[in-house]
Nanobody, 125 residues
């Protein structure tokens, strides 16, 4: 059984960088052909895909967030990390890490084959 667990600060100040780590157990992040995504859901809004790092290590980001986003991985720890810089209160959301077998991001969390429980991040001074 694959499990994903998000970790990171729950409160970030505006203009700072948000960093969240997803720790994966029960499966390797380098296994062909999975895509490991970060998604978020702001209060009262739909799920928003942020980007993914593929089993190969290649990355792809949402065009709307690309300029502020990077996703990296540590294969020795079976983790991947989101960095979102220059955050504003608009980045307040529940952030999830998730796995899919299709590089096209699903529109609903339930369409991923595995996802974490989510972590609340609030951007506020």
């Amino acid at each position: 059984q694959v499990q994903l667990q998000e970790s990171g600060p729950g409160l970030v100040k505006p203009s700072q960088t948000l960093s969240l780590t997803c720790t994966v157990s029960g499966g390797s992040i380098t296994t062909d052909i999975y895509y490991w995504s970060w998604v978020r859901q702001p209060p009262g809004k739909d799920l928003e895909w942020i980007g993914y790092i593929a089993y190969s290590g290649s990355t792809y980001y949402s065009p709307s967030l690309k300029s502020r986003t990077s996703i990296s991985r540590d294969t020795s720890k079976n983790q991947f990390t989101l960095h979102l810089n220059s955050v504003t209160p608009e980045d307040t959301a529940v952030y999830y890490c998730a796995r899919s077998i299709d590089p096209r991001p699903p529109s609903r969390l339930q369409e991923y084959d595995y996802w974490g429980q989510g972590t609340q991040v609030t951007v506020s001074s």
